[in-house]
Each structure stands twice: as structure tokens, then as C-alpha cells.
């Protein structure tokens, strides 16, 4: 080639490599400047959890699920009491698919809480050790009673129990918690044929 | 004696718009405007229309088919009539059916059901049809008609229909002898080889204010614009800003170098501005949702068209500028979203 | 120059201003004014329902088979604050049980049901004596026991609202007598037939507030209600000056006429019609030192303080295209409005829909066995020209015809696309809880979305998240105390067993013999 030709493409090079040095030192140095302090994922994907405590997806508590979540190790379908809820806001902040709840883990159930038949209890204490957030008030020899306010429904007083005295009671919504209703797409118009034949 | 009732929600006035009434009184005010263009070049642009509303029409139906939805219900919106007729009346006159059928199917089937169909489409669907077959079938796209009055139009309707379904010329006739460039076009090629605006504007092609002919077809959109305005159908900001902008910065232009940039009255009546202005900007789904945003998209598109007709590639820049404005709509909506009683 | 909110608050009524957005409706009011307003006789049985407004339901203060006397206290409110239910008739208990109670969710619920005896006799009524220079508090007090809640339609308990106004020292009374929504015309016969009585609620409210000054806002097609209310008023004052007594306070009761627009008759647009202010976010119009109460409040104020009388009736506007003699009656709490519309020529052949309240906010019941209750200010029927939907919905086109019309200047679009997918955050940061509910945006919609469902289904969607997200969050809490607690003790219990270690091997190295 001749010298011509060698020195454009010298040129070329040499600008373009000159060109794409400044530029990722550029961002290098923007990534530091403006870098924001965001909560590490751990704490947002907790903070989606329910936090039931119940254990179901296989980690003791919730705080570890999330962890195994962030580390890659648990899928984000393990969660009965968080419902297909809370798996689609946890694919939302991951930017992964949504997946069916895992029936291994439980199904999703309305919310109950535990009721203690006060006939029956013993006070042996076995249920307020139990209980991940201390929702069941007592002490040894003493009536013990489930605080509803607190009690999330996670069933882990249920099994130390030596005289099956909890059971867990859902609480319908009264009138007083009515919702209205999620309107329905209107397909086809509605013919007055129709509506004085069902009126009346 | 209980008597029973079946329920509904509030509230329980039915509303007395609909997407039809809507749509069709858009179609009304085009009226004014296609008969001055069939006064001015022929019924060519009646073909035009004919031809772009069936294959609208036809395409809707299909992909409403392939997407499992309520065909009938989907025709009775007249959207696609909409598209159709927008699209038809940017399109010569004698432009062959292929050039419809093109842009049909780009308006109805891609730019409009693939994204969703009805209130999805990001971008303005006549104009991505008008721009595809811009770029595509550059020769048939320049084949304009000179304006004339009736009886002396160039190509009278059999020819017209002929050369539309041939795709050739009307018998024993060149495109050459019957073809002539558009006001925009002549402004264009005369300013690049150096001539000032005033010597271009002494040939023939053009009247008064902009292009002979097309400036009252101009005028007869802007009356039907009037109207849907006054009817409530499209709101004033659009219009305005769009408008307003072209003015204000052609003013610049004019004064700051009269030789080479037209007045801004020449800028307002040629080309697609006012039908642009009130018809094809004002397009609700892909322009911005509130009316503090269509004030920046309108003067948005404005200044777009200033700019590509001025330096762009093509003579008339209306339709990219909307495109182009119809990408920055969800940011323009973003930072104008109505402030909230009480905040 | 802008001045600080209150200051301008003060300046109500000098001038009108507009509010955003808004409706011009069709009226229909006419039909039901025709008629003067008449007494509703008394039904053979009432049913009162023990849950009127929102709260807790009252808990009931009879037993079945105990006689009562009409005014006599049959129910307590506790929450949210406390108030009363009152029998509307002399009779006697004949149960109390499950029964349809006027509710939107259309749900049965406790009813207190009386057999009227007939007699139709008071209990010992207590007026306050001399109202002019009885203490604020005492009327409050008694405006409290008589039961008395909004009667727009809000009925939030009126006492609460007198207090809250107390504390916050107001300066302007409203009496909101723009009755905006259609079909509804039971304020103006109040204010045509019975205006005495509306100014000296208004002129008894003045003093149990405190107020300043007075405004009495009609709107200003209501042109009879108008002349008999002022004539009224120049009646009380000229009777006020009369009697000697100090008049600066009823000089400053004055009427106003604001535009027909609808919904010009909520309190927060009707407020920025009088004062140009708009009440922030988060705060209520008595920070701003200005109170609404309906005229029909009014009146009713008028009843407990100057006879004794609790709230056990209102004049409720029977209406629609599907009555016969659409009318206004006073009618007791309790009557089933079957027994209304008998009252008002029956049903037409082709009724269809039966609305508590106005057409455009007010709620379909199922059955006309419902009965009266407080909020109920019209029993609208309509036929099935009025109501049937003729459109499917589409997709929203994005007109912004919707936020053109908004009172709360919302973009109600917007809201119905974050609401549809899920994004409730977003709606409320969107400003989901200005919704008013008005039901302008579903009215001008061409693709015929039920916008306002939406919105009521997207409020209580936000309210259940909020709830369950403070929930985990206490859950959490706890969780990390019990944790923490635990990790104490154990560790307490590792060092004591370190220390006791440490302790045996001393004791070793110490006695190496002793320990075989």
C-alpha cells in the first residue's frame, strides 16, 4: 500500500482508540460521580415478603429467603401467604418471569389467625416459644392468648401443642370492610331487549 | 309487595359520546377540504380514498379476525376510515392502487393492530403508512397534477381510473406532460440552485399565498378544523402551537434572510400543515394526554417541519415531524401530567 | 399579590371564582317541585338500620317487646365518634334482626323494627331555652345527642364537625344549598316551604361555631327557593333587632347564588367557588376556618335546639322517569321505600333501576324493601331509556376528554390505566384519593369506560395494600425484637456457662485431689 494509505489508516485508528479511551474514562469517572446509594436487594426483596415468619418456603424466616433469592439459590415462586401478589412484585423488581406459586411449598389460603381455646389450655409455653413474633401472650401456668392484631397465620403454634388447643379461624370481611367490585369488561352492548326481560 | 331491580354502577346516566360520533364528525370536516382538492386536481383523490378505505377497511377486518376480537364492533368505530382518508388525501391523485394497498397495510397492520390495535398505537398510523410508501416508490410519490379549474382538469375520471389501476400514465399522455412538482418541491430545487424566493415564486405554480390551489384547499381544512374545534372533538392547543410556532420562526427566517427562506404565510398554506395541524397532529392516541403537553407537542411538530423543510431531505417535513414528536409523547406526558387539587 | 390561605378564606363570597372542570346537566327538577312538600304517613312497620354511616354499626339500646316513644333513644354509635339513633315513631319493638338496610354493597344487616302504636307521641322533649346566649359547647352537646349528621349525603356525625371547627377557630359558616346533581330537588322545597326554619339552624350553627359570618350559597336557578329564603332571612333579623338583642352576628348571615354547574354542590368545589382556595391535600377546610353544613343540617339543627326534637325525619325527593307523581315527602326514618313510592302514584310499567341518591353518585339498590336512612336524600327510579347502555366499551382513546371535565383536576386516564394493572402506588402518587366520585369523567368518556368503578375499586385495592404492608411491617418488627431477645439470652446464657467453666477449673487447679 502506499504511504497515503498507511497514514489515513493510521489516523483512523489512532483517532477512533484516542476517541474510545476518553470516552470510558469519561464514564468511568460519571459511574463514580453520580453513583446512587440504592438498598442492597436483599432489603427491597424482604421488604416485599410478607413476613409470616412460617417457614414454608423451605427458609427459617423471611429475611433468608430473600438472601437465597438474591444469591440466585431459591426460585421466587416459594411463597403461599405472599400469593401470586407477591411473586409478580417480586418479578417485577428482579425483572424475572412470573411463575406459578410452587404447590410443594402450600397453597395460597385466605388469612387466618389462631384462636386459643382457653377450656383446654395447659400454660406450658410451648406455643410463645414457638411463635416467630411473639404474638401469644402468657407466661407458665397462666392462660395463654393469641394477640389478632399481631398473629400473621404462619401455623407454626399448631405442632408444639400438646393438647391441640389452636385452631387457626379465618375471619370474614364484615360489612363494614365491603370492597366494591373490579368492573368487568363490557363486551357487547347490552340490548334493551335483554334488560326488561331480566328486570321485574 | 317487594319489588326487584337489577343493579349497576354509578354513574347511571349512559354517556352520550362514543368513538363513532367522534370519528365520523372527524370525517365531516374533511369534506370541505376534498372537494376543494377534487375541484383543484380532478377525482383522482376520490380514487384514492376509495381505493385506501377498502383496503382499510379489509385489513382491520382481518387482523380483528386473526386477533379473536368482535369484528363488526371493531369496523363500527370508523378508525380505520379515519386512517384511510388522512392517508389518501396525502397521497397524487394518480398514484396506482399498489401505493394504497402499501400503505394500508402498514398504517391498519402493523402500525396500529401490532401494537395493540384501538388506543394502543404508539405511532400515528396514516403517517407510518404515508412515510413507507414515501420512501418506497420515490417516482410515484412526485408525480403531482398541476392545479387547473374543473373542466380543464389535466386527467378527467376514466383516465384517471385507468392510470390508477395500471399504474402507467393515462393514455397517450407522458407522466412528463402532466406531472408537475408541488409548490414545496419547486421552493426546494429553486433555493438549492441559488434562486431567491421571490424569482421561484414567480412561476406559475404558485397563487397568492402558497401554492395555487393548494392554499384554498388549505383554507377549506382549516374551516372544517374550525368546526371539530368548535364541536369539542380536537382541542385548541395542537392547532394553535403548531401553527404558531411555524409562524414565529418563519418570521425569524423571513427577516433574517428574505432571498432564501419564504414568508411565514407561504410556510402556513403549503403542503400538509393546516390538515396537519388539525387533523393529523391532533390525532388523540399517539399525541399527549393533557392539554399542557400538547402544547410543547405542537410546537414540537412545528418546529420540526420548519426545520426539515428548510435543511431536511424531503420537501415537506409534516409527517416525520409528527412521528418524531409521536416518540417524545410518553416523556412530554410524563412531566405534564395535570397537577392535582390540593398539591 | 397572593395572599396567605386564610387570609383569603376570609374574603368568601366577596366575589365568585370558578372550579375546574365540571358539567352542565339536565336538570329535571322541575318535575318533582310541582307538588308541595306533604308529610309521608306513617308505614305499618320501620326498620332502622343500626349501620347508617361509615364505622362501626351502633349497638342497640331496646329489647324486643319494649315500648318506645317517638325521639326516644333506641341505638349508641361509639365509632367513629359517638352519636344516636332515635325511634321515628311512638310503638313498640317488634324485633331486632337481619334485614336490607340501604347499603351499596346491597349486604343485609341488624335492623331495629317497630311497630308504630299509631299515636305518634313525642318523649319529653328538652329545647334549649334562650339558644342566643347558651354556651357554644351546650349546643353542640345537644346537636350531638339529637343524633344529627350531614344530610348532603356524607353524613359524617355533625357534633364531630362542630368540634373540629372549635378547635380550629373558623371564621366562615357555609350552608351549602347548591344542590348540583340532577333529578334531586329536596333542599330547594326545604328552602322554599320551610326557609324559617333553615336560617335559624344557620343563625344556631353561627353560635355553636363561633363563625364570623354566615354564607347561605343557592344556586342561582333555584330563583323561588332564593325570594322565600331571603324573605326569611330579612323576617329573623328584623325579629332579632326587635327583641334587642345583640345583632352583629345575624347581620353577617347573607345568601350568595353561585352557577349551575355541576358538581358544584361539593363542599371542596363549592369552596373554591366562594374563595378561590383550594383545600390542600392532607388538610380539611376548617384549617382553613371555613365550615360546610347542608341546609338540611341546618333545619335539623333548628329542630334539636329550638323544640328538642332528634333527627328522626327529612324530606327525601321521590323521582324518575319511572314513578307516576314524582314528589318531595317528609318522611320518618325507617319507612321502607316501597311505602314511598306507593305514596307517589307507584311505578311505572317500564321502571328499571332503583338509585339512592342522585343519578350520577348514587347507588342501585336491589329491592325496594330497603328502608330510609339518614343519608338518604333522593329515591330516584329510572326506565330503561335513561339507563340502558347503549355502547361497548373500547379502549381508551386518550382524549383527555376526561381530564377536561375533572373537578380534582386529575388525569382520569391515567388512573384507570395504573388502576387496571395493579399499579396502585402510581395511581396514588397520580392523585387516586382527590377522586371525588363525581362521575363527570365517566360521563364525557366516548369509549364508555366505567371510569368511576375503577377508581372506587382502585381506593379500596390502595387501602387493603396499605393495611397489609403496616401489618408485615409490624410483623417484622416483632420479629427482629424476638430475635434479638433470644440472641441476648443466649449469649447471657454463654457467658454464665463460660464464667461457671472458668470457675470449676480454678477450683481444680486449686484442690487437684478433691475431685475423683
Redesign the interface.
Known sequence: MSEQTWLALAWAVLSISALGIAMGLGLGWAARRFRVEADPVVEQI?QL?????CGQCGYP??RPYATAIAAGEAEINQCPPGGS?GI?ALADLLGREVLELNPQNGQEKPKAVAVIDEQVCIGCTLCIQAC????ILGAAKQMHTVIE??C?GCDLCLPPCPVDCISMVVRPPA??G??????A??????S?NA??AG?? | ??????????????????????MRQVLYALIPGVLAHCWYFGPGVLLQILLASLFAVGLEAAMLRLRRRPVL?GLQ?FSALVTAVLFALCLPPLAPWWIALTGMFFAIVIAKHLYG????NVFNPAMVGYVVVLICFPQSMTQWLPAAAPGSWSVGLWDSIASVLSGGPPATLQWDAISQATPLDTLRTGVNSGMTVDEIRAAPVFGDFGGLGWEWIANWYALGGLWLLWR?II?WQVPVTMIGSVVLLGLLAYFADPGSNPSPMQHVFSGALVLGAFFIATD??S?C???RG?LVFGAGVGILTLVIRRWGGYPDGVAFAVLMMNMAAPLIDRYT??????? | MRLPAREQAELAGQRLYHF?GGLR?RHNKEVSCRSPLRRSRLPPRLYVPL?QH????ASALVVPGQLVLKGEAIARFEQPVAGFLHAPTSGSIAAIARHAIS?????E?LAVIIRPDGRDQWCALQPVVDWQTAEPITLRQKIGEAGIVGLGGAVFPTSAKLSDAHDKTIHTLIINGAECE?WISCDEMLMREQAARVIAGAAILQRATEARQTLIAIEDQMGEAGERLQAALDAFQANSRHDGRNASGQEQIRMVKVTTIYPEGGE?QLIQVLTGL??????RPTDLGLLCQNVATAAAVADAILEGKPLVERVVTITGSGVHQPANLLALLGTPI?DLIEQCGG?RQ??????L?G???????????NPMIKAANCVLV?N?A????????????????C??V??????P??LQWDIRN?LLADASA??LD?CI?C?CC???????I?L???F??GK??WQ?QLQ?QS??????Q??E??ELRLAAADQQRQQKLAQKRQSLKERRSRQPGDET
Request: proline content about 10%.
Open positions: 424482604n415478603l410478607p413476613q409470616t415468619q424466616g423471611c401478589a409478580k416467630p413474633v411473639d404474638a392484631s399481631a400473621t360489612i363494614t365491603w370492597q366494591p367490585a373490579r368492573p369488561m363490557r363486551v357487547v352492548a347490552a334493551r334488560m326488561r328486570a321485574g | 309487595m317487594t319489588r326487584r331491580f337489577d343493579t349497576g354502577f354509578a354513574p347511571h346516566i349512559p354517556a352520550r359520546a362514543s368513538v363513532a360520533s367522534v364492533q368505530d390495535g384501538l388506543g394502543h369539542r382541542s388523540p392516541v399525541g394526554a393533557s392539554n400538547r401530567v395535570p397537577r392535582c387539587y390540593g398539591k | 375546574h346537566l349501620l361509615a364505622g362501626e354499626p347499603h351499596p354493597s346491597g349486604q344487616g340532577p371542596r383550594e383545600v390542600p391535600a392532607g388538610q316501597s311505578y317500564d321502571a328499571a333501576r332503583l338509585l341518591g343519578p350520577m353518585m348514587g347507588y342501585a339498590l336491589s329491592s325496594d324493601a329510572l330503561h335513561d339507563i340502558a347502555a347503549e355502547h361497548p366499551e373500547l379502549p381508551c382513546i386518550r382524549c383527555g376528554e381530564a377536561r375533572c373537578p380534582s383536576i386529575l388525569l386516564q391515567q395493579g397520580h392523585g382527590a366520585e362521575g365517566d360521563f364525557v368518556c366516548p369509549s364508555q366505567p368511576t368503578q375503577w372506587r375499586f379500596a385495592q387493603q397489609e401489618a408485615a411491617t409490624l410483623a417484622r416483632r420479629f425484637a424476638r
